[in-house]
């Protein structure tokens, strides 16, 4: 029983060992131009899905209408995520390219977020994504502005010609 805990005992700390020399020694790389490390997605996607949990369930209390999709317009382009999701009609913005995860266009011609529940894409919007750079707007907008800007992010690939034009790059 002693050999038992003895060779774990030694087995963790050259696990831990290992690690920390992987860490020091240059093995991680921490720069914005390298891909994902090993098991980062895996471990991002069910840390994200576990956050967000019945969230995703969640209906809006606004309606999709010209409207509130206008007004979702204005707080997209007041609150500065044209300067880094972009505008209607543009690929990835320069800001987009320079951070890591990159940051994804919400406008077509991208997808976006339009296939996601939009009580997914409400509560990343309110509450904001550690370690992303997307910033939480709980507390800077109202909850009519989240769920207007969510209706506007949710309905951009049926958006009408007015919103889209509001939506342009000036």
Known sequence: MI???????????LVVGAGFVYLTRGGLQMSVEGGPVPLERYFV?????????SAEEDK???????????????????????GCHG???????AMSKRMYPHIPPLLPP???????????????????????????FGTKLSDTE???????????????????QALQRK
Not at 3 to 13: C, N, S, T
Not at 45 to 53: K, N, V, Y
Not at 146 to 158: C, G, S
């Open 110 to 136: 991208a997808k976006g977020v339009t296939d996601d529940p939009v009580g997914e894409t409400h509560w990343v919007v309110k509450n904001g994504i550690r370690f992303s750079g997307m910033p939480s």
């Open 3 to 13: 050999k038992f805990l003895f060779g774990l005992i030694i087995g963790i700390a």
């Open 146 to 164: 989240l769920w207007q800007v969510t209706e506007l992010l949710h309905n951009a690939d049926k958006l009408p010609a007015s919103v889209q």
């Open 87 to 93: 505008s209607y009609g543009q690929g990835p913005t």
């Open 45 to 53: 996607h069910h840390a994200l899905a576990r956050s967000i949990g």
């Open 60 to 82: 809006s209390p606004v309606t999709a209408d010209e409207p509130t999709l206008l007004a979702g317009a204005r707080v997209y382009q007041e609150n500065g995520c044209m």
